[in-house]
């Protein structure tokens, strides 16, 4: 059993840091729910895919490079469909060019691929993208997340994927000898869930296999899982192979997205889960004791958090994203600094003004290649869209 240890959240005094400027980097639709990065195009900068919710498509932005990153960013529409949550970047047919694939819930209920131009001068010409639903998915669940990941050894990436609401779990798409034969795909169901927000992969029994560590928000079975891997021999068993499930914790709390990195300098990769409940839940390696901090501000719906050094002192810090409650507005984005590496009662910054009613997934990386880490998140209520803030580190120096 886990055993909880409460902390005191300290709140800034007179040590205020320098405010973080926002930038925009595409407001040109409504709902954006949150962003992933990767390299699309090889210059070594981050690109960035965004579900837009209510307006129903999904935008890809590219970074413009160091000179021109406070603008917004060159970005295209590469698919439209209905209630999109998620969109991730993935090569999926393996031609080198990079694809994404989106989550929808809400009526439609199915995912899609958005196939890239084979092109690199039509990468922002939206004509040139193709999108097609995947069958298998097809209105049989609300669609919320999918992580790449080759979990059979056979055809390239596979693609984990999780719902929420009726028939709610998380499964896997095998991908077939030819990827871009859409009906071909199969999708194997792998355990029951209420609302799974995270998906991360990890290898948390270290057999050399990737493990899907996940959070299920609802449900009597909720909390912090994952799900071991069962060796490729037995993962195309006609049962999936029977991946089992180890309960973490968390099951007394509405557990959203969590970040895996290590917080306490150990060497172990530990686990950081915002919460519904005023609440951020440590996890000091996956088998270790939970420890719960409060969450800033005494904010009741916690959404996002990630583990990263904002003030390059050496230590590591927390930063964390909410829908501020009702009455008198609050930061919704805020910056959790640790004095030392065994510190649990950090000194709470704001990060975002009093804009912005719901953040969403958080993304810590240098932006502005200044050398300090810049936060990326969306917000869809006030309809900020997607949005970098400036760490204001370096230039304080």
């Excluded at 039509?122 to 993208?129: F, G, K, P, R």
């Excluded at 909390?223 to 037995?234: D, F």
Aim: glycine fraction near 8%.
């Amino acid at each position: 059993m886990s055993c909880l240890i409460f902390a005191r959240l300290v709140n800034a005094s007179d040590e205020q840091p320098a405010s973080w400027q926002r930038h925009t980097i595409d407001a040109t639709s409504t709902g954006a729910d949150g962003a992933r990065m990767a390299d699309v195009n090889r210059d070594g900068f981050p690109d960035l895919v965004t579900p837009w919710e209510e307006g129903g498509v999904i935008r890809v932005c590219l970074h413009p490079g160091k000179q021109r990153v406070h603008s917004p960013w060159p970005a295209v529409t590469v698919g439209t469909v209905a209630s999109p949550e998620d969109a991730v970047f993935v090569d999926l047919d393996h031609d080198g060019w990079i694809d994404v694939v989106s989550s929808s819930e809400g009526s439609l209920k199915t995912m899609h691929v958005h196939w890239a131009p084979n092109n690199s001068a039509e990468y922002l010409q939206a004509t040139a993208w193709k999108t097609e639903a995947i069958p298998a998915t097809r209105g049989l669940q609300a669609w919320m997340f999918a992580m790449p990941m080759n979990v059979d050894d056979k055809h390239g990436i596979d693609l984990i994927v999780s719902s929420k609401a009726a028939e709610a779990g998380v499964g896997w798409l095998q991908a077939p000898t030819d990827p871009r034969d859409l009906h071909a795909w199969r999708y194997r169901r792998l355990t029951d869930g209420g609302w799974i927000m995270s998906l991360i992969k990890a290898d948390l029994n270290h057999d050399g296999l990737d493990d899907v560590l996940f959070t299920d928000r609802r449900g009597a079975n909720r909390g912090v899982k994952w799900l071991q891997h069962p060796g490729v021999k037995e993962v195309i068993a006609p049962d999936s192979g029977k991946w089992t499930v180890h309960q973490l914790g968390g099951a007394d709390h509405e557990v959203m997205f969590m970040d895996y990195a290590d917080f306490n300098s150990d060497g172990v990769k530990d686990i950081t889960v915002a919460t519904q409940q005023k609440e951020i839940l440590l996890f000091q390696s996956p088998a270790a004791k939970v420890t719960t901090i409060p969450a800033p501000y005494d904010l009741l719906k916690g959404k996002s958090v990630r583990v990263g050094d904002i003030d390059l002192d050496g230590v590591v810090d927390f930063v964390h994203s909410t829908e501020p409650n009702a009455g008198p507005r609050k930061p919704g984005v805020t910056w959790l600094r640790r004095k030392s590496k065994g510190d649990l009662t950090p000194q709470v910054f704001p990060i975002s003004d009093l804009r912005g009613t719901k953040f969403d997934l958080l993304q810590l990386f240098d932006i502005d290649l200044d050398g300090d880490l810049d936060v990326i998140t969306c917000e869809e209520r006030d309809n900020l869209g997607l949005i970098w803030y400036e760490n204001p580190t370096i230039k304080k120096r």
